[in-house]
């Protein structure tokens, strides 16, 4: 068992946050995260729980909150939103136990993790789409939350297979920009997608429209518009990756 040191809080966060992924290109509620995150670090330094079984209990917590809105309950919401707020900020603790114990092993990094967030969008609009349906009776939300899960997860599966196409190719000119990437500026529209996209329909960003959309009691518009998001992003995405395509033939 490991034990943790005298170092406070600021050593923590100098040593485990700013030498995360994202570094200073957090988004707002990344950085709320963050600031609770190190806390719970801390606590499970010492502790035998690893990095993947800290991925593991974030998700049993995310499934548990998003399962409340099932229930028409604002009560029942609000501790929903509560325990996916809660696992985001496990997960951002798996990362930051892992620098703590300079453990970033690859099968955490590119396959628990990754999969953990593919259990997240795939469950994301069904809880919330069941509960709209039962409250109102109106069936249209049950395939507006099918078709926005399956335009997420299409768009996360091609992002997949571009990787493996890209991971193929060694010149540097055909090499993919990493889908988290801020994007230079010089492209406005390009810049505010990528503001948009990991602000508002990441994993992360979503937690703050889920929160707001849960105290006006209009759940049924968080899941029209984010599946109308993920539908906009799988179109984007395609393209770009239509026209990456274009140029690797042309190349070859």
């Known amino acids: 068992m490991n034990t943790l040191p005298k170092i406070n809080i600021r050593d923590l966060r100098e040593r485990l946050q700013k030498t995360a992924p994202e570094g200073d290109r957090e988004t707002f509620v990344a950085r709320t995260i963050r600031f609770f995150s190190i806390y719970v670090t801390r606590l499970l330094i010492p502790t035998p729980i690893t990095p993947n079984m800290i991925t593991v209990i974030s998700v049993l917590v995310y499934l548990a909150g998003i399962s409340m809105f099932i229930f028409s309950g604002l009560r029942e919401q609000l501790i929903g939103v509560g325990l996916v707020y809660g696992s985001i900020i496990l997960d951002a603790c798996d990362g930051e136990v892992a620098r703590w114990r300079k453990n970033t092993g690859f099968v955490g990094s590119a396959f628990v993790e990754p999969f953990s967030h593919d259990v997240q ?119 770009k990756k239509v026209a990456l395509i274009n140029r690797v033939n042309k190349s070859i």
């Open 121 to 239: 969008y795939a469950f994301l609009l069904a809880p919330l789409a069941i509960g709209v349906y039962i409250a109102t009776q109106d069936i249209t939300i049950l395939a507006v939350g099918f078709a926005g899960t399956l335009a997420k997860l299409l768009t996360r599966f091609l992002q997949v297979r571009m990787d493996g196409l890209m991971s193929l190719q060694t010149s540097e000119q055909l090499s993919a920009m990493p889908s988290n990437a801020k994007p230079k500026r010089e492209s406005f529209i390009r810049w505010l997608y990528w503001i948009v996209n990991r602000n508002i329909f990441s994993s992360v960003g979503m937690v703050l429209p889920l929160l707001v959309f849960t105290l006006i009691g209009r759940i049924d518009i968080f899941v029209w518009m984010y599946a109308i998001g993920f539908l906009g992003i799988l179109v984007l995405q395609s393209g």
